[in-house]
C-alpha cells in the first residue's frame, strides 16, 4: 500500500502500525532521500551520492536534523535522484507477502497500482507542534515559528518541483490527523486498508 504525504502528518507513525498490522513490510522512502541528503551534506554530487547507496545508510543515527530534512527535500527535487531511486523503491513494494511504503509520491510515481492509497495530513499547526516536540529534546533553542517557516518551505518545494510533485493519489483516501490521536489515525488507515485488500488478504 502506499501511504503519502507532508512532513509531521503522521504518515510515518501510521505506516509502521498499519505494516504491523497486516504483516507487511515497511519502508519510509523519506529516509532514502535522507541519506543521500546526508551523503551530499558530507560533500558528495546529488547523483553519486543516490547510485551509492547502500542499506546501512539508512540506519545512520543522523539522519532525524532539521538540517538533514532541509537537504532531503533539495535532492529529491531533482529528476536524476529520483530517477536512480526509483527501482529501489519499486523492487522493496514487490516483495513477497506486501508491503507499505511512506513518502511523497508513492502512490502517484512510485506505485500507481497500489492496492491501497492513503494521502495522510494535518493543519500546519498541528505538524509543526508535533514536529517540535519530537525534535526540542535535542535542539532546545528550537521555536515553533522556525519550525512552522522549514515546514512550509519544505511542503512548498515538495509540491512545485518538477519532478513527482507531493499530490494525493487520485483514487487515494485522505486522512486529516489534525484532530485525531494516534490510536484514532492507525484505525482509520487499517479499515481503509482492509476495505481495498483481496478478500485472501
Given at each position: 500500500?502506499?501511504?503519502?504525504?507532508?512532513?509531521?502528518?503522521?504518515?510515518?507513525?501510521?505506516?509502521k502500525?498499519?505494516?504491523?498490522?497486516?504483516?507487511?513490510?515497511?519502508?519510509?522512502?523519506?529516509?532514502?532521500?535522507?541519506?543521500?541528503?546526508?551523503?551530499?551534506?558530507?560533500?558528495?554530487?546529488?547523483?553519486?551520492?543516490?547510485?551509492?547507496l547502500?542499506?546501512a545508510?539508512?540506519?545512520?543515527?543522523?539522519?532525524?536534523t532539521?538540517?538533514?530534512?532541509?537537504?532531503?527535500?533539495?535532492?529529491?527535487?531533482?529528476p536524476?535522484?529520483?530517477?536512480?531511486?526509483?527501482?529501489f523503491?519499486?523492487?522493496?513494494?514487490?516483495?513477497?507477502?506486501?508491503?507499505?511504503?511512506?513518502g511523497?509520491?508513492i502512490?502517484?510515481?512510485?506505485?500507481?497500482?497500489?492496492?491501497?492509497k492513503?494521502?495522510?495530513?494535518?493543519?500546519?499547526?498541528?505538524?509543526a507542534?508535533?514536529?517540535?516536540?519530537?525534535?526540542?529534546?535535542?535542539?532546545?533553542?528550537?521555536?515553533?515559528?522556525?519550525?512552522?517557516?522549514?515546514?512550509?518551505?519544505?511542503?512548498?518545494?515538495?509540491?512545485?518541483?518538477?519532478?513527482?510533485?507531493?499530490r494525493?493519489?487520485?483514487?487515494?483516501?485522505?486522512?486529516?490527523?489534525?484532530?485525531?490521536?494516534?490510536?484514532?489515525?492507525?484505525?482509520a488507515?487499517?479499515?481503509?486498508?482492509?476495505d481495498?485488500?483481496?478478500?485472501s488478504a
Amino acid at each position: 500500500m502506499a501511504i503519502d504525504g507532508p512532513a509531521a502528518a503522521g504518515k510515518g507513525t501510521i505506516s509502521k502500525a498499519v505494516a504491523a498490522h497486516f504483516g507487511f513490510a515497511h519502508l519510509d522512502t523519506g529516509l532514502i532521500y535522507r541519506a543521500t541528503g546526508r551523503r551530499v551534506l558530507d560533500g558528495e554530487d546529488p547523483l553519486q551520492a543516490a547510485r551509492a547507496l547502500v542499506p546501512a545508510d539508512l540506519a545512520r543515527g543522523d539522519l532525524r536534523t532539521p538540517e538533514v530534512a532541509q537537504a532531503a527535500s533539495r535532492v529529491a527535487a531533482l529528476p536524476e535522484v529520483r530517477a536512480a531511486l526509483v527501482n529501489f523503491q519499486r523492487e522493496f513494494a514487490r516483495r513477497a507477502g506486501g508491503a507499505v511504503l511512506d513518502g511523497r509520491d508513492i502512490g502517484t510515481v512510485i506505485c500507481p497500482d497500489a492496492e491501497a492509497k492513503l494521502f495522510v495530513t494535518a493543519s500546519d499547526e498541528v505538524r509543526a507542534a508535533r514536529r517540535l516536540a519530537e525534535l526540542a529534546p535535542r535542539f532546545p533553542d528550537l521555536t515553533l515559528a522556525k519550525v512552522l517557516d522549514d515546514l512550509r518551505a519544505r511542503d512548498a518545494r515538495d509540491a512545485e518541483r518538477e519532478a513527482a510533485p507531493m499530490r494525493p493519489a487520485k483514487d487515494a483516501v485522505q486522512l486529516d490527523t489534525s484532530k485525531m490521536d494516534i490510536g484514532e489515525a492507525v484505525a482509520a488507515a487499517i479499515r481503509v486498508v482492509q476495505d481495498r485488500l483481496p478478500p485472501s488478504a
